[in-house]
């Protein structure tokens, strides 16, 4: 069955830069996205952007210029930095497994269907 | 990007009762619509994939449906496990989008 666990440092000041990481247990890494969300407390989710085996990546723009992903695949692990952190980073991160493709296309129809625990991050001074 | 917009944000039911959702997304989408439920302190879980396909495991008083720009998760009976919080998001484009959820209450 396949797991994900995250972990990473839940309190970070502001400037700083907030780094998370993802491990993929019982599973393969290949032919998925991988993907970050946060939720602000009481709010919505937000897609933060993907990540697939080969390092293509996708960002949010609403975020692109502080965020970096990067995989490695002999761990199967994702990891998630963003820079420059404020109190509106404040939020609970989530890594979750999106759409599948293949080396020439994606699934037609594909949704996120294996998510992390979940990582309080906290942005204070 | 793709604004997705639900409602009502909140509700109160009873235990027996029929529940209807709405998410209404800010173009047409086809039938590129998810819905997950989320629960205090866990992650999402997927419940409708594709607008009205049923994720494994999933009970059958959950159903989805809609196309375009309007969709429906419908609960046929409440059960006291099915008090959360129910979003949307669209698979159709990138950025992929969420609605800001739906939290249904015990009246």
């Known amino acids: 069955q396949v797991q994900l666990q995250q972990w990473g440092a839940g309190l970070l000041k502001p400037s700083e830069t907030l780094s998370l990481t993802c491990a993929v247990y019982g599973g393969s890494f290949s032919g998925y996205y991988w993907t970050w969300i946060r939720q602000p407390p009481g709010k919505g989710l937000e897609w933060i952007g993907e990540i697939n085996h080969s390092g293509s990546t996708n960002y949010n723009p609403s975020l692109k210029s502080r965020v970096t992903m990067s995989g490695d695949t002999s761990k199967n692990q994702l990891s998630l930095k963003l820079s420059s952190v404020t109190a509106a980073d404040t939020a609970v991160y989530y890594c979750?497994?999106?759409?599948?493709?293949?080396?020439?296309?994606?699934?037609?129809?594909?949704?996120?269907?294996?998510w992390g625990r979940g990582t309080l991050v906290t942005v204070s001074s | 990007d793709i604004q997705m917009t639900q409602s009502p944000s909140s509700l109160s039911a009873s235990v027996g009762d029929r529940v209807t959702i709405t998410c209404r997304a800010s173009q047409s989408i086809s039938e590129y619509l998810n819905w997950y439920q989320q629960k205090p302190g866990e992650a999402p879980k997927l419940l409708i994939y594709a607008a009205s396909n049923l994720q494994s495991g999933v009970p059958s008083r959950f159903s989805g449906s809609g196309f375009g720009t309007d969709f429906t998760l419908t609960i046929s009976s409440l059960q006291p496990e099915d008090f959360a919080t129910y979003c949307c998001?669209?698979?159709?484009?990138?950025?992929?989008?969420f609605g800001q959820g739906t939290k249904v209450e015990i009246k």
């Open positions: 979750a497994r999106g759409r599948y493709c293949s080396t020439t296309s994606c699934n037609t129809y594909w949704y996120f269907d294996l």
């Open positions: 998001q669209q698979s159709y484009t990138t950025p992929w989008t």
